[in-house]
């Protein structure tokens, strides 16, 4: 099955800086590739995701870049903002679970903005 | 988050009570799952169920019980459960097309205490 690891555990950036999250998956026959945010108290909350007939998608201050040959994707968020702080989960899917909707989630980075 | 909502919120049980977690989507989707989110483990996925037949059983104990009455609601009913059995459960939704994996969004989760 797919196994998605994902980098660092927790990261600390100055406010107005970039962030930057990578994760590496294990099968490369999967195709989707979502990146989601989840602050306390809250369930996870789609924030970007990217097929794999891309390389990179922006959307405002987030974009997401996907390497296929070497299967890693990361999340970059640029002028850092305190409202940014959150955990932000990685998922892979459509891989060998074709048909059935699984994603595969990595364990999370905590993002702290320091004012 | 009027997409997928969860009850109850909060949830505080004995080892020997049997209590209920309800899910109910409002996106018209038609596959829902249960996640489990403990602290620092990635979300592991209990149940999938797609057209109200369930599609996916990660081998989880069967003081686990879920029920699909229909595409806009899922049930989680628990009995005997243990300690370790405390986490946040988290439910989503997607429109299962069919074609891999999809955009799943999630609820806001209910937190179980087992005492």
């Known amino acids: 099955g797919e196994n998605v690891e994902q980098h660092p555990s927790t990261l600390s950036v100055q406010e107005g800086d970039s962030a930057v999250i990578k994760c590496t998956y294990s099968?490369?026959?999967?195709?989707?590739f979502p990146w989601y945010k989840q602050e306390l108290g809250k369930g996870p909350q789609l924030i970007i995701d990217?097929?794999?007939?891309?390389g990179e998608k922006k959307d405002q201050r987030i974009a997401v870049t996907l390497n296929k040959t070497a299967k890693h994707f990361s999340l970059h968020i640029t002028e850092t903002q305190p409202e940014d702080s959150a955990v932000y989960f990685c998922?892979?899917?459509?891989?060998?679970?074709?048909?059935?909707?699984?994603?595969?989630f990595g364990t999370g980075t905590r993002l702290t903005i320091i004012p | 988050e009027t997409g997928v909502t969860q009850t109850p919120r909060h949830l505080v049980m004995g080892m020997t009570n049997k209590k209920s977690l309800k899910c109910e989507q409002h996106?018209?989707?038609?596959?829902m799952y249960w996640y489990k989110q403990s602290a620092k483990k990635p979300l592991e996925l209990m149940f999938v169920?797609?057209?109200?037949?369930?599609?996916e059983n990660n081998s989880v104990p069967s003081r686990f019980s879920p029920e699909c009455p229909n595409s806009s609601h899922l049930f989680l009913h628990l009995h005997t459960l243990q300690p370790e059995d405390s986490a946040l459960y988290l439910c989503?939704?997607?429109?299962?097309?069919?074609?891999?994996?999809?955009?799943?969004?999630f609820g806001p989760g209910t937190r179980l205490t087992v005492l």
């Open positions: 169920y797609s057209l109200e037949e369930r599609v």
């Open positions: 996106l018209g989707h038609n596959a």
């Open positions: 990217i097929r794999s007939n891309v």
């Open positions: 989503a939704s997607s429109l299962s097309t069919g074609t891999g994996a999809d955009t799943q969004y």
């Open positions: 099968d490369s026959a999967s195709n989707y």
């Open positions: 998922a892979a899917g459509g891989g060998t679970n074709f048909g059935n909707e699984k994603l595969t």
